[in-house]
């Protein structure tokens, strides 16, 4: 019986080796005001999810979850050959697979933040970074919480979310934790996040997505504070490498929004569903929004090159370069901009 569950879900255990340098701080009147300003708001942000969320509200997963023209298949022969049970089922499918992996995601970013309460060189980013552990751990138990006591059921880790949070975890350049994570998952999570609690009907999952971006937001501009003057001062070697890195991140996330366990799950043909998916014209603005708030932060951190230009025009997201700096985001009252497709 437990190889079978482990099967469709999993191992529940994974244990990585990973390579991390301690680092004490002895300086503890040494202050980077802007970076304690951010621990104050923080502090002052934290939130207790049976106090804030209405966890008692009963979720009507036979409703339609979010408008019918992102359903990934939606407007192809596939989907117009389906009966309304049909498509509901696959409404609820995506919808559980979708907060899985925001799920996952947010566990490894709590871990990703514990290695950088340890590297970190100075006490306000320790302070700060301990602060975003307690985040981590309560998005991790609300996404938890609703998946499986509100949707029923939930997915494993998407293989190319796993791959990019392997590359973070067992990285030992304290730089390279704050680009991968801080920058691009977070990132990617903030923009994910708005586009979610802009475009669902459920009153529970909106309260909650406001408050966890209320977070994120905090947690990109800490990366963005960490890292704007860092690559300034570094070799041109150093700066390619994390450009390709930065380059190769954006590819694994916009190629695991293409939904493949779900199709496998339901017996549909997956490699069909996952080209529908690709070229959805839906879906495409759903990926390319996910990089409105990752690419102002990377040409603050002096990391968008003409090279890099040219492949985030081939990503199809260079258009967000001039956008609002994220670190703006800390000052709103939900932590994040919107982004509808419905306007």
Not at 68 to 91: H, V
Not at 171 to 181: A, E, N, Q, V, Y
Not at 288 to 299: D, E, S
Request: proline fraction near 4%; glycine fraction near 4%.
């Amino acid at each position: 019986m437990l190889q079978a569950a482990e099967k469709l879900t999993g191992p529940s255990i994974e244990t990585l080796e990973a390579m991390l340098d301690i680092t004490y701080t002895w300086g503890y009147q040494e202050t980077r005001q802007k970076l304690r300003d951010l621990y104050d708001k923080a502090v002052r942000g934290q939130w207790i999810s049976d106090e804030v969320l209405p966890w008692k509200t009963d979720v009507d997963l036979e409703a339609p979850l979010a408008p019918e023209q992102l359903m990934p298949l939606f407007g192809s022969d596939l989907y117009t050959k389906m009966t309304d049970k049909e498509r509901t089922k696959l409404n609820i499918e995506t919808f559980s697979w979708t907060l899985s992996q925001f799920m996952h995601g947010e566990q490894g970013a709590l871990l990703a933040t514990a290695q950088l309460v340890d590297s970190v060189r100075d006490l306000d980013s320790k302070l700060y970074a301990a602060s975003q552990v307690a985040d981590e751990a309560r998005h991790v138990d609300v996404y938890n919480r609703y998946v499986h006591d509100k949707v029923g059921f939930s997915y494993p880790v998407n293989p190319h979310l796993k791959t990019l949070l392997d590359m973070i975890l067992k990285d030992s350049r304290w730089d390279m934790k704050f680009l991968g994570m801080q920058i691009m998952v977070e990132g990617l999570a903030l923009a994910a996040f708005a586009m979610m609690r802009n475009n669902t009907k459920e009153p529970l999952l909106q309260q909650l997505t406001a408050y966890v971006m209320g977070d994120e937001a905090r947690h990109v501009a800490f990366g963005v504070l960490s890292l704007r003057d860092y690559y300034r001062e570094q070799p041109e070697a150093v700066r390619r490498e994390r450009e390709d890195f930065v380059y190769e991140a954006a590819r694994l996330m916009r190629d695991r929004f293409l939904f493949q366990e779900v199709w496998e799950k339901q017996g549909m043909p997956a490699k069909q569903c996952m080209d529908i998916t690709l070229n959805s014209q839906a879906q495409q603005m759903f990926r390319q929004m996910l990089f409105a708030k990752i690419v102002p932060a990377i040409k603050k951190m002096d990391l968008l090159s003409d090279r890099q230009r040219e492949r985030f025009a081939e990503l199809g997201i260079l258009q967000f370069e001039n956008w609002a700096d994220p670190t703006d985001d800390t000052d709103s009252p939900t932590g994040a901009s919107s982004a509808r497709f419905d306007r």
